[in-house]
């Protein structure tokens, strides 16, 4: 038996989120009916992240185990082949040591969100965005964006069906940069609690529309309260981007 790693990227648009469930179409799912069909045998993926539903991945990874040796080429293309109906595709698959494990050998994980700040509705981008009408100042969210960094209680900005043992994160980068029409954040940490980007960027939202201060931000973490978080941001405009691990 071996170990593969695969890194993929996707549109989460039609799926439930990344991790199987009973009901609905998942990206894990659908990996794992292709391996069923490219091996011959049922296949369990792990992957570094449980991205939710609507929520988009340029870079995931994902490891599974097979029964015999594949060259990786091989097992990309066949992969593919199985998945061209849907917007998923297998970008690498690598030969890995059996130590390796997608989502406890991560040390970072990094997402972006775009939000498109302009009176005209996207196009191309329509399924890869957060479009907001009105003006959106990103100097205030950056500055509040600043007082969430390190290593913090972040219950205000937990979802109330997160299974995580402890709200307490270490977020190693929140940055806020306007690029032209569009205002980006990107946060990197080793892990997140559920739904955590999508609560921050909507509180930093409110920032951002002049609705609350930055200090207002700092107080609400300091409350440990999910009713001080600003209104969830929508799925479309977060991305999981990339998955760091240790040097082979």
């Known amino acids: 038996m071996g170990r593969y790693r ?28 292709a391996l069923e069909r490219v091996t011959g045998a049922p296949r369990r993926v792990q992957g570094a992240g ?23 080429d091989r097992l990309r293309d066949a992969l593919n082949a199985h998945l061209r109906a849907l917007p998923v595709a297998i970008l690498s698959a690598e030969a890995v040591p059996d130590g390796f494990d997608a989502r406890r050998s991560a040390l970072a994980r990094h997402y972006r969100y775009r939000i498109l700040n302009r009176r005209a509705p996207p196009t191309l981008e329509r399924f890869g965005v957060w479009h907001v009408r009105g ?31 402890s709200p307490v994160r270490t977020l190693d980068l ?14 990197s940490a080793r892990s997140f609690l559920h739904s955590q980007v999508r609560s921050i960027v909507g509180t930093l939202a409110q920032v951002g529309h002049g609705r609350w201060s930055p200090a207002r931000v700092g107080e609400a973490l300091a409350s440990r309260s999910r009713a001080a978080c600003g209104p969830l941001a929508p799925p479309q405009g977060l991305a999981l981007v990339g998955v760091d691990y240790p040097d082979p």
């Open 50 to 72: 449980r991205t939710d539903t609507g929520v988009h991945a340029t870079h995931q990874v994902a490891h599974v185990d097979l029964d015999r040796a594949w060259r990786p």
């Open 174 to 187: 929140l940055s806020v940069e306007r690029c032209g029409e569009e205002v980006v954040i990107r946060a």
């Open 135 to 165: 003006p959106m100042d990103a100097a205030p969210m950056r500055e509040a964006a600043g007082l969430l960094v390190g290593r913090h209680d972040f219950t205000t900005f937990r979802a109330s069906e997160c299974q995580a043992a």
């Open 6 to 33: 695969l890194d993929l990227a996707y549109d989460g648009t039609p799926f439930f989120g990344w991790q199987r469930q009973a009901v609905g179409p998942t990206v894990q799912g659908e990996i794992e009916a």
